[in-house]
């Protein structure tokens, strides 16, 4: 009996996979695993069902929770970014292929098989973490070189049931920290998304009205909405709730792939902006200039490594070491203003902060305003020099 774990979403491109599976790679047994990071209920649901019609033996795993304290919380602290993408998916994918991962080992499979394509960034993330395993990898999109459209015949021959259409060929994927949406005419950079693809995001256009919100940190992870003690995955829930009625997180980005290529992709993601803008609020309370600046470039690395799905390279352990340290002191909190598509900072405090208002105070005289003469003099002296001395 040859058997197969696949890393299964319900959609496309990975229920396309288990019929290829078993007539191309004929594999007697598939059994097929859904990691549950957040995705809407009702698509779990549906992934059971077509599993259920379509595998062997299916599972469903739950990791919301490790997904947001060991995922999501070192985002946070290093306010995930990568060319304006929050990094909702590449954070996930280590994350799906290791309980991936510990169902081939349960139920002692020769292969484990996905369905990216050979185009995309999640090939090599989760092939980051099966290529430490023992087992033989299978990417049936790429290896047959299958297009979309010869996705959705080979769907509709086989009579899969997947919500994809030749007029809505979107290629969507949800979790908790944001939704992704690409494919179809969102490939062409010039075109203008049309409304209907948003799902989590009211038209920030449309939306009147106004609300404030405070959040409170405890050493960089917010722990409390305006006041009351929230879990991680609360929080989140209730932000994308809250503000994506107000149209705040969607991003329009033209993105660099690993491979090289330039991809148009839509994101939806109002948690995320909200959590991260109060964040970063917060940093410039108490962080010092010189950690502010170092930071920037460490979350910059950091981003880098997320995006390319390589956690376990030793670089993100010690970047994560230098963040860490940072935010033993990020506690306190910060006011957001949520108006028509907007997360605005209105207000901040903490314990830990370094402003001063007596210092900085117009109405102030402990620090004698004199003293600073003497810097003001040797403030710009090589720029000063240069226009003197060596500019014709
Ligand atoms: N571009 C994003 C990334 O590389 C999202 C990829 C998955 N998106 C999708 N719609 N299938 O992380």
């Known amino acids: 009996m040859s058997k197969v774990v696949l890393s299964y979403s319900g959609g496309l491109d990975t229920s396309v996979c288990i019929p290829i599976l078993r007539e191309h790679y004929q594999y007697d047994e598939i059994v097929t695993v ?95 973490v099966f ?19 010869e996705e959705i015949e080979y769907a509709l021959e086989h009579d899969l049931d997947v919500p994809i259409t030749f007029e809505k060929p979107y290629s969507v994927d949800e979790n908790l920290w944001s939704r992704s949406i690409e494919g ?23 939306m009147q009205g106004k609300l404030l919100l405070s959040l409170d940190f405890a050493k960089g992870i917010p722990v409390a909405l305006d006041g009351a003690q929230v879990s991680g995955l609360q929080l989140i829930r209730k932000l994308n709730e809250v503000a994506g009625k107000f149209g705040v997180g969607r991003t329009d980005l033209i993105e660099d792939r690993v491979l090289g290529l330039k991809a148009r992709e839509i994101y939806e993601h109002p948690a995320a902006t909200v959590i991260l803008t109060a964040h970063q609020e917060l940093e410039a309370l108490v962080l010092t200039r010189l950690e ?4 920037a470039q460490v979350e910059a690395a950091w981003a880098e490594l997320i995006y390319q799905g390589l956690l376990d390279e030793p670089l993100t352990a010690a970047l994560d070491a230098f963040i860490n340290k940072t935010q033993e002191r990020v506690t306190g909190s910060a006011t957001l203003l949520l108006h028509k598509g907007t997360a605005t900072a209105v207000a901040r405090s903490s314990p830990k902060a370094l402003y001063s208002e007596a210092l900085v105070s117009f109405n102030d005289k402990s ?26």
């Open 34 to 128: 859904t990691v549950d990071v957040g995705q809407p209920e009702s698509d779990l649901k549906k992934a059971e069902a077509r599993a259920g019609k379509l595998s062997d033996k299916h599972y469903t795993v739950d990791a919301k929770n490790e997904f947001v304290e060991k995922y999501l919380f070192p985002l946070i602290k290093a306010n995930g970014n990568y060319e304006g993408y929050t990094l909702g998916q590449a954070i996930a994918r280590p994350l799906i292929a290791k309980k991936v991962l510990e169902i081939a080992e349960r139920e002692h499979v020769s292969a484990i098989a996905h369905g990216c394509t050979g185009k995309g960034n999640d090939q090599l993330r989760f092939e980051a």
């Open 131 to 149: 290529r430490a395993s023992k087992y033989k990898i299978h990417a049936p999109m790429r290896e047959l070189n299958l297009t979309r459209s």
């Open 184 to 206: 179809g005419r969102l490939e062409d950079p010039s075109c203008i998304p049309p409304e209907d693809i948003y799902k989590w995001t009211t038209a920030p256009t449309k």
């Open 292 to 295: 502010r600046r170092f930071k």
């Open 367 to 392: 620090l004698d305003q004199r003293d600073a003469e003497g810097f003001s003099k040797y403030h710009g002296f090589q720029s000063r020099a240069y226009n003197k001395f060596v500019k014709d």
